[in-house]
T-cell receptor, first 115, second 113 residues
Framework: DSGVTQTPKHLITATGQRVTLRCSPR?????VYWYQQSLDQGLQFLIQ???????AKGNILERFSAQQFPDLHSELNLSSLELGDSALYFC??????????????FGEGSRLTVL | AQSVTQLGSHVSVSEGALVLLRCNYS??????LFWYVQYPNQGLQLLLK??????LVKGINGFEAEFKKSETSFHLTKPSAHMSDAAEYFC???????????FGAGTTVTVRA
């Protein structure tokens, strides 16, 4: 158990819909990362938040957005869903104390299926 | 942009045989390098990381990796494969001042009895 909790574990929805994925980081971790894993794209970094502020942005579509709340949990919002958005979405957290990249602790992922 | 290339998307080994997974990186500066493992239906778990302290890095479950700057490689090895090593393995790279990781495409390891 990594200590990172993601909900829901599975989600099936239709094209055009909007979903929200939730992540609770490990206790004490200030950074939250979102990754998308798909068969054709592999593991792609989407976005990182550190203590409520956006720190880095990767290959995140404009239809997607994220935020980190004062209690440090994070939500990834996916809107106007397309078939190609079907993937496993991982949240990871780390301490990020300024000594360079440390270990990322991954949740078990939220599997999104868009029909 | 930094990237890693994992040679071989699938590797099959016999139980007790050497496991060798290849990873090459492209980076203009010394990077941080990682190996993560993903067991079926689970998230990724750190096996080991290189942060310039030592070129030979020992990780969990008997795995180790050697950083070779001249070859821009960070190959992962385990002397004797166990059935429980069946999983997908990812090499990842990060800059020293950047916490996000760029992952390779992954290598799936199957272990034959």
């Amino acid at each position: 158990d990594s200590g990172v909790t993601q909900t829901p574990k599975h989600l099936i929805t239709a094209t055009g819909q909007r979903v929200t994925l939730r992540c609770s980081p490990r206790s004490g971790d200030l950074s939250v990362y979102w990754y998308q894993q798909s068969l054709d794209q592999g593991l792609q970094f989407l976005i990182q938040y550190y203590n409520g502020e956006e720190r880095a942005k990767g290959n995140i579509l404009e239809r997607f957005s994220a935020q980190q709340f004062p209690d440090l949990h994070s939500e990834l919002n996916l809107s106007s869903l397309e078939l190609g958005d079907s993937a496993l979405y991982f949240c990871a957290s780390s301490v990020d104390l300024g000594a360079g990249p440390g270990e990322l602790f991954f949740g078990e992922g939220s599997r999104l299926t868009v029909l | 942009a930094q990237s890693v290339t994992q040679l071989g998307s699938h590797v099959s080994v016999s139980e007790g045989a050497l496991v060798l997974l290849r990873c090459n990186y492209s980076s203009s500066v010394p990077p941080y390098l990682f190996w993560y493992v993903q067991y079926p239906n689970q998230g990724l778990q750190l096996l080991l990381k290189y942060t310039s302290a030592a070129t030979l890095v020992k990780g969990i479950n008997g795995f180790e990796a050697e950083f070779k700057k001249s070859e821009t490689s960070f190959h992962l090895t385990k002397p004797s494969a166990h059935m429980s090593d069946a999983a997908e393995y990812f090499c990842a790279v990060s800059k020293s001042n950047d916490y996000k990781l760029s992952f390779g495409a992954g290598t799936t390891v199957t272990v034959r009895a």
